[in-house]
């Protein structure tokens, strides 16, 4: 299509990376928000915990609707009115005087979240054009930047001005949707990409569903892995060895840290090598890592964790191209069906593991979850699809 045209994808594939950024700070923000506003409002721990349902609901389970939706009528509005709508949400948050009230703002800035990100996952794929798995790991690096950014900015925000500090999130969804507004080069037509040209076709259809399904599959796996590391290493190591709570910082945040970087890495390789032999190398490798860090000490064992953290996130960006790939027709819902229904359904099973660790404890628990990963290669295993590229041809 010309060195212009590329110029232009790659100007609207960064504005879409700062949106991402914007949309997922507000998200790192919320939990830091909460301890305050129990504090507040006199709130119970299990009224505090359903802020965080209220906004998963809106901003993750919701996500296949704005798809269905973007999929059918015309939705780039959706990318300048998420960014500014989440960061509405999220400035009102501190002024909320009731408990109604802070579910309202929660669920505002979560409708936000979850309307951006269907539609800029398919106007990426759509950019993308032969390295769609590099163009989305590219994306994904925006919203890893905005959920590790939005916990420092919380806290400070807070710090300096109180709970009302969070009108300063304002700005930054304001300036984003400013942005989009006064550019056009991230709205291209539908009709300059491929996909815009695919005659609709039940039978194709049909035959990826149950690839779809399979997918899904290591998509709820590869999220239960996260969540459940997230939740329960802290505890292992604060609760069971009464280590030092800064240890269990470490850890976690060296695992993001590693995983972001591992998911920038994953597109292009998967591009270069084929996708569905990165994802399945990528979470056996993961178990193989874990397990290891669990029976290792000091800088190894950490140096082994934040490895098992790059290799299980450098699938993320893959089998969202994998998803759309399976829907060409249907790239915002395959996006929502991926990010926000099997991210939800992912965050059950870590639920489900918190019962098996009230039972016989954290340390099964634990090792349950590093093998979580070889789950979803098998599942992965017995997807078909072409050695590299989506017509199998070298790229």
């Known amino acids: 299509m010309g060195k212009t045209f590329l110029s232009m994808n790659l100007k609207a594939i960064l504005l879409l990376i700062a949106g991402h950024f914007v949309t997922d700070l507000n998200t790192g923000a919320l939990p830091n928000f909460l301890p305050f506003i129990k504090e507040s409002l006199g709130l119970s721990y299990a009224t505090t915990a359903s802020i965080i349902l209220v906004f998963n609901v809106t901003s993750s389970a919701i996500q296949p609707i704005f798809g269905y939706f973007s999929d059918r009528w015309p939705a780039k509005w959706l990318l300048p009115a998420g960014c500014f709508t989440a960061s509405l ?90 942005v989009f507004l006064s550019t056009s080069f ?21 035959q990826g569903l149950l690839p779809m399904i399979l997918l899904l599959g290591v998509v709820v796996v590869r999220a239960a892995t996260q969540m459940s590391l997230q939740t329960f290493v802290p505890l292992y190591f604060i609760d069971l060895l ?29 591009d270069r090598h084929g996708y569905k032999e990165t994802v399945v190398s990528g979470l056996g490798l993961t178990s193989v890592f874990l397990f290891l860090s669990f029976h290792t000490a000091g800088a190894a064992s950490l140096l082994l964790f934040a490895l098992g953290g790059f290799m299980l996130s450098s699938s993320n960006a893959i089998t969202m191209a994998m998803g759309q790939s399976f829907m060409p027709r249907n790239l915002g819902m395959a996006s929502g069906l991926i990010l926000g229904l099997a991210m939800g359904v992912g965050g059950i099973g870590t639920t489900v593991l918190g019962w098996v660790a009230d039972r016989w404890g954290l340390v099964l628990t634990l090792q349950i979850v590093f093998f979580l990963p070889l789950l979803g290669l098998l599942s992965c295993f017995f997807i078909p699809y072409p050695g590299r590229g989506r017509k199998g041809t070298s790229t």
Request: charged letters at 10%; zero cysteines; a positive charge.
């Open 89 to 178: 949400g999220m400035a009102l948050l501190g002024f909320g005087s009731s408990y109604a009230w802070i579910l309202f703002f929660t669920a505002l800035s979560g409708l936000g979240q979850g309307s951006y990100h269907p539609e800029a996952f398919k106007t990426t794929h759509s950019l993308g054009g032969e390295k769609k798995a590099t163009a989305i790991s590219l994306f994904l690096v925006g919203g890893g930047l905005g959920f590790a950014a939005g916990p420092l900015a919380a806290t400070l925000f807070v710090k300096y001005f109180g709970l009302k500090g969070s009108i300063l999130f304002l700005p930054f969804g304001v300036a984003m949707a400013a």
């Open 186 to 206: 991230w709205s291209l037509k539908t009709e300059h990409f491929p996909e815009a040209k695919l005659p609709a076709d039940e039978g194709a259809s049909r």
């Open 242 to 270: 009464h280590r030092d709570p800064v240890i269990a910082g470490k850890y976690v945040s060296l695992f993001f840290f590693a995983g972001t970087m591992g998911g920038l890495a994953g597109g292009p390789v998967a």
